[in-house]
């Protein structure tokens, strides 16, 4: 088993930054593939990010490249998800998930954090 717990989210404006964070517990970490999904209103959840376990290795889906940085610490058991020059577009729920580094199917995703929510106003 594996918890997993989001913080961060919010409203901000158009070009604004939010930091979400994802705390794990319940299974050794640094051996576990981490990502963020999200799911925006009347849409079904999508990839975002994913990051390998030692944090070497990261990818993106392209709509957030170059906006987006997915990150982790080891020693603290979290994943980080930075999100610069946020969107309108960007409004949704984001989920932590714990997830094979190649993984974007949210239907293979082993465990799910309870989702925090961004909105972006224009």
């Known amino acids: 088993q594996v918890q997993l717990v989001e913080s961060g989210g919010g409203l901000v404006q158009a070009g604004g930054s939010l930091r979400l964070s994802c705390a794990a517990s319940?299974?050794?970490?640094?051996?576990?593939?981490m990502g963020w999904f999200r799911q925006p209103p009347g849409k079904e959840r999508e990839f975002v990010a994913a990051?390998?376990?030692?944090?070497?290795?990261?990818r993106y889906t392209d709509s957030v490249k170059g906006r987006f940085t997915i990150s982790r610490d080891n020693a603290k058991n979290t994943v980080y998800l930075q999100m610069n020059s946020l969107r309108p577009e960007d409004t949704a729920v984001y989920y932590c998930?714990?997830?094979?580094?190649?993984?974007?199917?949210?239907?293979?995703?082993?465990?799910w954090g309870q989702g925090t929510q961004v909105t972006v106003s224009s």
């Open positions: 998930a714990q997830s094979t580094f190649y993984n974007t199917a949210p239907t293979r995703v082993a465990y």
């Open positions: 319940g299974r050794t970490f640094s051996s576990l593939g």
């Open positions: 990051i390998s376990s030692g944090g070497g290795s990261v």
